[in-house]
């Protein structure tokens, strides 16, 4: 198995590469200095090059506000290269594994959401997503698309760093209550990609392709996520200081993009055909929050 990850400078990219070493697989990665997604060209000649026997694709536009002011530049990121990836795949008969989101769910559902379920984004981040993932159905028949949520790693930005650094400098803050999902470990993201690449790599005749569901449990909103985040950086004495953390709904907190106040995720397809169970956060947020602290 020979693996190409492309966004190895993004969350799950990092924790890609990360793994990918620490295993002794063969890879090459590269980041968004070293390969532009948008230059088709260029990606062309990176596949060729590499000649992999499976690509990952961990390159996106993730700014969900920002993406309401350029949605044609998230289009670009999130659909257009992607159905390029998926075109020189299928031309040289390689595999393709993606990541999308919760987000092309518009949240109005009671329950879980399975990846049969209609989709209907409210952002224009979950629309050049959802335009991604039909860019990757339309060119190649050998895929993987893994939908996940509310992602978090110590490398990048994102929901617990900006937590443990409203703790340091303020004494009250307020968090939404009716947004409900399950938190995402980028390093469990990216084990359960290596381990469907190892079962792609293992399974000449692997005929499961499509998309699954893959996130955090227990699902929780980011009210609770937030006081999680709060006890364990308390028990391990990085944040000294008592602060009050109040719940609001989401209609008190004002955004340019809507989101999902639904986005739990149903795991029974992933868990069937590839035996890959939930990810963990909070064991890694009680036995890791040091490393978010920045």
């Known amino acids: 198995m020979k693996l190409l990850i492309l966004g190895s400078n993004g969350q799950v990219g990092h924790c890609l590469a990360e793994q990918a070493e620490s295993k002794g697989f063969d890879f090459s990665a590269t980041n968004s200095s070293q390969l532009d997604i948008t230059d088709f060209q ?6 060729e090059s590499v000649n992999p026997t499976i690509v990952i694709n961990a390159t996106a536009y993730t700014n969900v506000e920002k993406a309401e002011d350029e949605p044609e530049k998230a289009f670009e990121v999130n659909s257009d290269s992607v159905g390029n990836l ?34 209907n984004p409210i952002n224009a981040y979950g629309r050049s997503k959802l335009a ?18 509310w992602v978090f790693g110590r490398h990048g ?18 968090v939404i209550n009716d947004q409900i999902g399950g938190p995402t470990f980028a390093g469990d993201i990216a084990s359960a990609i ?27 909103s980011w009210y609770e996520f937030a006081k999680s985040i709060y006890e364990s950086s308390r028990k391990e004495q990085l944040i000294t200081k008592d602060v ?24 029974s397809r992933i868990k069937s055909v590839f035996n890959i169970s939930a990810s963990d956060w909070k064991s890694e947020i009680d036995n890791n929050i040091e490393y978010y602290l920045q």
């Open 194 to 220: 290596l381990k469907i690449a190892e079962v792609l790599d293992d399974t000449p005749d692997f005929s499961e392709w499509g998309i699954f569901n893959f996130s955090g449990k227990e699902d929780v």
């Open 86 to 119: 998926a075109r020189i795949c299928s031309q040289k008969n390689i595999p393709l594994i993606h990541i999308s989101t919760d987000y092309v769910f518009d949240g109005t559902r009671e329950g879980y959401y399975k990846e049969t379920d209609t989709v």
């Open 42 to 47: 260029k990606v062309r000649q990176t596949v």
């Open 244 to 267: 009050s953390i109040r719940p609001i709904p989401a209609s008190m907190f004002k955004t340019k993009a809507a989101r999902p106040l639904n986005s739990k995720l149903d795991l």
């Open 132 to 149: 991604g993932e039909t860019a990757v159905a339309e060119n190649t028949d050998k895929y993987v698309i893994l939908r996940t949520s």
């Open 157 to 174: 930005k994102n929901f617990v760093k900006t937590m443990l650094n409203l703790f340091r400098s303020r004494d009250e803050l307020t």
